[in-house]
């Protein structure tokens, strides 16, 4: 299996580290080796671009994509779409609301 892990990104500094470090733990306990993990910053305005790339400096698994314009939580999920190179694509929001035991049953349903 491998999968593209969508993941939009609007002014949430303050929940990105617990986004990340929930989605990886699930990772890790499923044992998902094949996988991507695309951040689609939508023109982010508190920090959120910066703190994306700290992520992406310790985990070469991450593609960050930055638009422009703020272009909406249903074109972001496109546009990462439209990047992903994995057989399967799932999006999950960003602010941190998923624990990482509700990830593992939700990505389990991909192995």
Same mark, same amino acid.
Do not use: C, H, R
């Given at each position: 299996m491998s !999968?593209?892990? #969508? +993941? /939009? ?5 303050? =929940?990105?580290?617990? =986004? @990340?470090?929930?989605? =990886?733990?699930?990772?890790k306990i499923?044992? !998902?080796?094949?996988?991507? #993990? ?19 400096? *310790?985990?070469?698994? +991450? ?7 703020n272009l909406?939580?249903? *074109?972001? #999920?496109? *546009? ?7 057989? @399967? +694509?799932?999006?999950? /929001? ?5 624990? @990482?035991?509700? #990830?593992? *049953? ?6």
């Open positions: !999968i593209s892990i #969508i +993941i /939009p990104v609007y002014n949430e500094i303050k =929940t990105l580290d617990g =986004t @990340y470090d929930n989605l =990886t733990k699930a990772i499923l044992n !998902i080796n094949n996988y991507e #993990i695309i951040f689609v910053n939508d023109f982010s305005n508190d920090g959120s671009l910066d703190k994306l790339y700290e992520l992406k400096n *310790k985990d070469e698994k +991450i593609n960050i994509f930055n638009n422009d314009v909406g939580l249903g *074109k972001s #999920i496109q *546009k990462g779409i439209s990047l992903s190179q994995k057989e @399967y +694509i799932w999006w999950m /929001p960003s602010d941190d609301n998923l624990e @990482y035991t509700e #990830i593992v *049953k939700m990505l389990d349903n991909f192995n």
